[in-house]
């Protein structure tokens, strides 16, 4: 009796502090067919659950972070479940959000992210200074510059001087045709077409992800006056992934691009241009400096105008492997993209165009997702291959 009652004592001061508040229902999330492992895992939570914050609650009463936006899709990070696994989870109101997660901070256009203090990404969302004699043309904004493994270490690059036009990563079209004119929107020297950001970013930060918004502006510069032939918007999303943190650094990047008139956007058959990026000036020359890898298996010599669920670009920095993997979902138009695996400069492209001429019409527009996988050391091609399942084929969540 005695022990009855400290237990209902206890409870009750456990619950003015906040350590648990209401329940309101649970999951039950379901692996499927693989294994998983810090994984992104979101669901729809009931929209008369209230105002958060929330969290969940294993079976074991550990808590796990949980954020929910406006529309109340909620997002966790699934910490391990084997392949045909269930694990169930009671979602709770909370008085206080848990501490830690992503942090995005703004200035100006600028939108710098870090997890627990360290610098994971920023983006650029106003016209960046080029380097003293590059002239403005080459001015650009609306690109992601600087990218850090969880060491710190820097893998992009920035107006390097071999391409004044290569900025972190970012995605012009090369090739095009827009009312019989041939704007370029990726090689900026031609002065024949250029992307804009519109407006500030917004940003958002969170116990599991913070998220940058933007709008960009595709200029045709050839036409009098100017006109707009795309309309741009980027979604970036960055996780914490808890314990992983310290491994690997993930980002998600939706691309929506649509007709700003009754113009299409026709895109030629062409091996580059879409989304891009630009690696580390040491890595630049012909041989091993740059290291590529895909997911069939292709390295620097054989990668080029290939096809891949996701492609690694790396190289040594101060003596050590560092690099990232692009994932390309399999919702992509032409997915698998095809793959442009510079031979000399250190560079990779995912570029539909590689599959023949298209177009972007009127009322259609062209949606392109992404996950990047930040990581110091070599890539591992069985652990890429299981957070590619993760992205194209994530664990399914029930509603009870």
């Known amino acids: 009796m005695r022990a009855k009652v400290f237990g209902v004592i206890g409870l009750a ?17 379901s692996a499927g067919e693989f294994d998983r492992k810090g994984t992104p895992t979101r669901f729809d939570l009931p929209k008369d659950v209230g105002d958060g914050p929330f969290a969940l609650r294993d079976e074991a009463g550990a808590k ?4 929910v936006d406006a529309s109340k899709r909620a997002c966790f990070v699934l ?15 909370i008085d206080a959000q848990v501490k830690g997660g992503v942090e995005a901070t703004k200035t100006g256009g600028v939108v710098d992210v870090s997890i627990g203090g360290k610098k994971v990404l920023a983006y650029q969302g106003a016209k960046t200074k080029p380097p003293e004699g590059v002239g403005a043309e080459f001015e650009r904004g609306g690109y992601i510059f600087p990218v850090l493994t969880p060491s710190g270490k820097l893998i992009v690059d920035d ?14 079209w090369t090739k095009t045709e827009f009312e019989g004119r041939h704007p370029d929107f990726w090689n900026m020297g031609t002065k024949t077409g250029r992307v804009d950001v519109v407006g500030e970013p917004t940003a958002s930060s969170g116990p599991v992800y913070a998220q940058i918004n933007a709008k960009h502006q595709f200029v045709d510069m050839m036409a009098t006056p ?36 009754q113009s299409p956007l026709k895109l030629p058959k062409y091996h580059y241009g879409g989304l891009g990026v630009r690696g580390r000036p040491e890595w630049l020359g012909k041989g091993d400096k740059c290291k590529f890898l895909t997911s069939e298996g292709h390295e620097r010599d054989t990668a080029n105008e290939t096809t891949g669920r996701w492609g690694h670009i790396g190289g040594l920095i101060d003596g ?52 990047f996988v930040v990581a110091d050391g070599a890539p591992d091609k069985a652990e890429l291959d299981r957070m590619w399942n993760d992205y194209a084929k994530p664990p399914t969540v029930a509603v009870k």
Request: aromatic share 10%.
């Open 64 to 67: 796990i972070p949980l954020q």
């Open 320 to 371: 050590e492997l560092a690099g990232v993997a692009i994932l390309c979902h399999p919702d992509n138009f032409r997915a698998p993209q095809g793959i442009r695996a510079n031979p000399q400069e250190p560079f990779f492209c995912y570029c539909a165009s590689q599959g023949g001429d298209w177009s972007i019409e009127p009322g259609t527009p062209y949606v392109a997702r992404y996950r």
């Open 159 to 172: 107006y390097p001087p071999d391409h004044r036009h290569h900025h972190g990563i970012w995605s012009p």
């Open 79 to 93: 910490a391990e479940l084997k392949a045909g696994q269930t694990k169930t989870f009671v979602i709770e109101k």
């Open 226 to 261: 100017e006109k707009i032939a795309l309309n741009e918007t980027w979604e970036l999303t960055i996780y914490s992934l808890g314990s992983a943190d310290g491994k690997y650094r993930m980002f998600d990047l939706l691309i929506t691009q649509t007709c700003a008139s």
């Open 13 to 29: 001061i456990l619950a003015a502090h906040g350590v648990f508040a209401a329940d309101l229902g649970t999951i039950v999330v």
